[in-house]
Every structure is written in C-alpha cells, then in structure tokens.
Nanobody, 124 residues
Framework: QVQLVESGGGLVQAGGSLRLSCVAS????????MGWFRQAPGREREFVAS????????YYAPSVKGRFSMSGDSAKNTVYLQMNSLKPEDTAVYYC?????????????????WGQGTQVTVSS
C-alpha cells in the first residue's frame, strides 16, 4: 500500500503562485510515476501533470503548460507542483496520485493510489 498526503493549497490572488507537495509513504513508488489531477465543483477530475521517476520526465495538460512545473525528490519520496501565474479557472481540489502500472499517465484509471486532495482557490 502507498499513502499520499498533499499540502500547500490555499487562497491566492490571480497572478500569484503556490507550491503543492505530495509525500508518499509505505511501499516505495520510486521507478514508477506520480501525477497531479484537479477537480472543480460540478466537473470531472482532470489531468494536470505527471512525473516519471526514471529520467524525471514530465508531461503537462495544455491548460497549465508554461505556468506549472512538476518535480520530484526521490530521497524524500515527494513530488511538487509549482503553480505560477494562477488564474481563477485553476480553482479546484488538487489530488496527488501514484501508479505502479506501466502505460499512460493522463487518465485517472492509470493510477492506483490517490491522496485526499488539497484545495486551491484563486481569487480574481
């Protein structure tokens, strides 16, 4: 089992920045991948970014590319999501996810472990 705990959410004005953290404990996820998703009220959970431990490869949703950056620290089993130039439409609950599977990383079904989420609210 893997436990994921997110932190770093909060209220920020449009144009501001936040950094989310996700700490993984339990079975090591090193060598696999982690991702960030978000879910706004009344909407489906959507992909934000992914990070493969091997090679530190990242992939971003078009809506956040150039503004968000995902990174990882394998020694700490922690991934980060640096969010800059935030917009009101970025408001959502942000979820960290981890996968032990091989394959894609942009669907919720690609991941087998999830955190509880952290709220991000961007005011206009």
């Amino acid at each position: 089992q893997v436990q994921l705990v997110e932190s770093g959410g909060g209220l920020v004005q449009a144009g501001g920045s936040l950094r989310l953290s996700c700490v993984a404990s339990g079975r090591t996820v090193s060598g696999n991948a982690m991702g960030w998703f978000r879910q706004a009220p009344g909407r489906e959970r959507e992909f934000v970014a992914s990070f493969r431990w091997s090679g530190a490869m990242t992939y971003y949703a078009p809506s956040v590319k150039g503004r968000f950056s995902m990174s990882g620290d394998s020694a700490k089993n922690t991934v980060y999501l640096q969010m800059n130039s935030l917009k009101p439409e970025d408001t959502a609950v942000y979820y960290c996810a981890a996968t032990t599977r091989v394959g894609g990383l942009s669907l919720t079904s690609d991941y087998n472990y999830w955190g509880q989420g952290t709220q991000v609210t961007v005011s206009s």
